[in-house]
Nanobody, 125 residues
Framework: VQLQASGGGLVQAGGSLRLSCAASGRTFRSFATGWFRQAPGKEREFVAAISWSGGSTSYADSVKGRLTISRDNAKNTVYLQMNNLKPEDTAVYSC???????????????????WGQGTQVTVSS
């Protein structure tokens, strides 16, 4: 499966963005999909993930209540709605996919084998 992230940009603190991850290739609905981010000088970290059906999600504690992951399998797309953004959310955001049916905390712990290019999110104070 090929993944392409888009939707990043520059936004003021408290603002919103919606990232999209468009997939092509293999049957996307068979893949759990996650969002990860990497800030300058820091390691990549898990942000959020969603099961193949969309019925289960998992979030990093730092984004709970502000970011929402969703998917539209008919459009082969996963979204990350980002509200009340903070300067510490500034990073390159990448989407990734893992084949199989995973739920709950598994989504943040499994290995993601397919990765797309990232999109830059910059939040100014």
């Amino acid at each position: 499966v090929q993944l392409q992230a888009s939707g990043g940009g520059l936004v003021q603190a408290g603002g919103s963005l919606r990232l999209s991850c468009a997939a092509s290739g293999r049957t996307f609905r068979s893949f759990a999909t996650g969002w990860f981010r990497q800030a300058p000088g820091k390691e990549r970290e898990f942000v959020a993930a969603i099961s193949w059906s969309g019925g289960s999600t998992s979030y990093a504690d730092s984004v709970k209540g502000r970011l929402t992951i969703s998917r539209d399998n008919a459009k082969n797309t996963v979204y990350l709605q980002m509200n009340n953004l903070k300067p510490e959310d500034t990073a390159v955001y990448s989407c990734a996919a893992a084949y199989g049916d995973y739920e709950g905390v598994q989504l943040g712990r499994i290995r993601y084998d397919w990765w797309g290019q990232g999109t830059q999110v910059t939040v100014s104070s």
